[in-house]
């Protein structure tokens, strides 16, 4: 059973422009975590957020979560060619157990 | 360089015979998953191990077995009883559940 919701399903954006994923889960969480697969590879993790934290920052990347609405955001500034793929939210519940979202699809247009 | 291999990098299966995917970490983790993927969906956890020679049923086993004989390799056999094996096959490990999962390059199987 999939616990997180991503949205949109796809996103297309020009090169430059920033990028703004989400993700809605259904069940409390100790933690909420990103990871991007480029096509055909396995998936790379990007960032953890716990869910006492409300924002993370890493390089580009920013992640905000709000537990009253079970959502979270990934936003990508400044957005390269190079960050065209496919991005999932995973959530590990209360026990531990992990759970990953259907995905969105990035395209960045050079 | 740690990391996790999956062999091999595409399988074909023919009607009625059980296939073997292999996933080897470096890593030292304890957990290790196996997930499917198929074309444009998200992962369903099929299996998955906290520790050697114990292992859970994920959401879709039917059809799946694994082992965990050893701390590093965590392979996964797709039954004939599998009717719809067809898919992309990904493993992962972490140092525990909750947290960060490595991935390999996954596996894609289809059928004859």
């Known amino acids: 059973s999939q616990q997180g919701e991503e949205d949109p399903q796809a996103l297309s954006i020009q090169e430059g422009e920033n990028a703004t994923m989400n993700c809605s889960y259904k069940?409390?969480?100790?933690?909420l975590q990103w990871y991007r697969q480029n096509s055909g590879r396995g998936l790379v993790h990007l960032i953890l957020?716990?869910?006492?934290?409300r924002e993370k920052h890493s390089g580009r990347l920013r992640v905000t979560l709000d537990t009253s609405k079970k959502s979270s955001s990934l936003l990508i500034t400044a957005s390269r060619a190079a960050d065209t793929a496919s991005y999932f939210c995973a959530t590990a519940k209360l026990n531990n157990d992990m759970r990953f979202g259907a995905g969105t699809r990035l395209t960045v247009k050079p | 360089d740690g990391g996790i291999t999956q062999s091999p990098k595409y399988l074909f299966r023919k009607e009625g015979q059980n296939v073997t995917l292999s996933c080897e970490q470096n890593l030292n983790h304890d957990a290790m998953y196996w997930y499917r993927q198929d074309p444009g969906q998200g992962l369903r956890l099929i299996y998955y191990s906290q520790i050697v020679n114990d292992f859970q049923k994920g959401d879709i086993a039917e059809g799946y077995s694994v082992s965990r004989e050893k701390k590093e390799s965590f392979p996964l056999t797709v039954t004939s009883a599998q009717k719809n094996p067809t898919a992309f096959y990904l493993c992962a490990s972490s140092t525990q559940d909750s947290q960060p999962q490595h991935f390999g390059d996954g596996t894609r199987l289809s059928i004859l």
């Open positions: 957020i716990r869910s006492n934290e």
């Open positions: 069940t409390s969480i100790n933690n």
